[in-house]
């Protein structure tokens, strides 16, 4: 139901804008969420945004570098990724909240899409 986009292969610095499409229903009335999983690794929360836009939370080590925003006619989630780093490296996804305020918490996500990978070089 959620399709992540617009990963890709950049080097370090460079910027991406991923994108979360619902391919069915509507999560206009939920907080949305980010994570991410990097090989060998636990999958890690990223960034979160309430469900009319007013309030976002960001895990420390992408503060400041990342940005969330919805657009909430076309149903999208986006996710702008600046001056990135080899530690960014990881497939991200993205995840409705069954709440309609943001959390870091995983419990708090009940519908996760596929993700998409990006990949980070020095």
């Known amino acids: 139901q959620l399709q992540a986009s617009g990963g890709g292969s950049v080097q370090a610095g460079g910027s991406l804008r991923l994108s979360c499409a619902a391919s069915r229903g509507t999560f206009s009335n939920n907080a949305m969420g980010w994570f991410r999983q990097a090989p060998g690794k636990e999958r890690e929360f990223v960034a979160t945004?309430?469900?009319?836009?007013?309030?976002?939370y960001y895990a420390e080590s992408v503060k400041g570098r990342f940005t969330i925003d919805r657009d909430n006619a076309k149903n999208m989630v986006y996710l702008q990724m600046n001056s990135l780093k080899p530690d960014d490296t990881a497939v991200y996804y993205c995840?409705?909240?069954?709440?309609?305020?943001?959390?870091?918490?995983?419990?708090?996500?009940?519908?996760r899409g596929q993700g998409t990978q990006v990949t980070v070089s020095s």
């Open positions: 945004i309430d469900w009319n836009g007013g309030s976002t």
């Open positions: 995840a409705a909240n069954r709440y309609s305020r943001g959390s870091s918490s995983q419990n708090d996500y009940v519908y």
